[in-house]
């Protein structure tokens, strides 16, 4: 059997898939088996994470970054009992900072941007984790406040994506998309 730290190494000696692959191929996961991942991969996942282009180049982001089984367990509470959120190897909780954002950019930037900075990190985020070889959930549905307490957020800074990482431990149907014609427009 293949323990876990030699499936990271495997990871690395994979061959590079194309991005159209890569995004092709990716889908959600909700059932993780309760396996560590390295940290390297973790501060790759990081690293590519804040390769994100962001407005002004501020990254008005935090990322927290979560492995331990009970805080893992209250964020699944705080995640109205999304429960495979405990079994991860680790959960990202992307963080707006609109102060920083608001600096340069005033309101735009306290209600937009920072948003915007830490939804494109947290993509980068989940692409470079299937890029190694992991599965990955975007959880969205949480009680903001809850999250906060448990992560002990400085005030302002407010988490709006928990990206839940980890090994998979089920095979679920690829998820369709609507036709182009039903949402480009063309001038
Ligand atoms: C903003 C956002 C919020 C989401 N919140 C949740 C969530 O709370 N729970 C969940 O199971 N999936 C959540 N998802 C995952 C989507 O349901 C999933 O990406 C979508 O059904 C498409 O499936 P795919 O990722 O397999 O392509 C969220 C995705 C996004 C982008």
Redesign the pocket.
Known sequence: MIIISQLNWLCFLMPVMSFFDLISL?????AFKEQKISDEVVEKILTAATKASSAGNLQSYQIFVITKKEDKKRLAVA??E?N?IENASVVFVFCADPVTSAGEYGKRGEDLYCIQDA?IACTYAQLAAHSLGFSS??????IEEQVARILNLPSGIRAI??LVVGIPAEK?Q??T?RPLSEIIHTL
Do not use: D, K, L, N
């Open positions: 990716r889908h959600s996961v909700r995640a109205h999304q495979f939804t959930i975007w959880v969205g549905s949480f994506a928990m679920p690829i998820t998309r």
